[in-house]
């Protein structure tokens, strides 16, 4: 059973920065590829950042350039910082073990000024 945790959320301006963290349970987070989706209200999840377990990073259109997707396999840890933030931007990200039903229960981001 895996479990995943986010957190960092919160309230930033237009043209902040934030990062967010999703520590995982489980002994098998190095093997895992992991991935930051996102929800606005009214409208569907989609995905944001994918990293592999060989550290292979992809990101969706919408954040490349601005986002960084990252991992710590030591602190099964994989991390997610979000520069130049619009309101666009605002929706509950969650953490999840890419290809699998294992999700965190979100944590939310606003951008506002």
């Known amino acids: 059973q895996v479990q995943l945790v986010e957190s960092g959320g919160g309230l930033v301006q237009p043209g902040g920065s934030l990062g967010l963290s999703c520590v995982a349970s489980?002994?098998?987070?190095?093997?895992?590829?992991m991935a930051w989706y996102r929800q606005a209200p009214g409208k569907q999840r989609e995905l944001v950042a994918v990293?592999?377990?060989?550290?292979?990073?992809t990101y969706a259109d919408y954040v490349k350039g601005r986002f960084t997707i990252s991992r710590d396999n030591a602190k099964k840890t994989v991390y997610l910082q979000m520069n130049n933030l619009n309101p666009e931007d605002t929706a509950a990200y969650y953490c999840?073990?890419?290809?699998?039903?294992?999700w965190g229960k979100g944590t939310l981001v606003t951008v506002s000024s």
């Open positions: 990293i592999s377990r060989g550290f292979t990073t």
């Open positions: 489980g002994n098998i987070f190095s093997l895992a590829n």
């Open positions: 999840n073990q890419y290809g699998t039903n294992y």
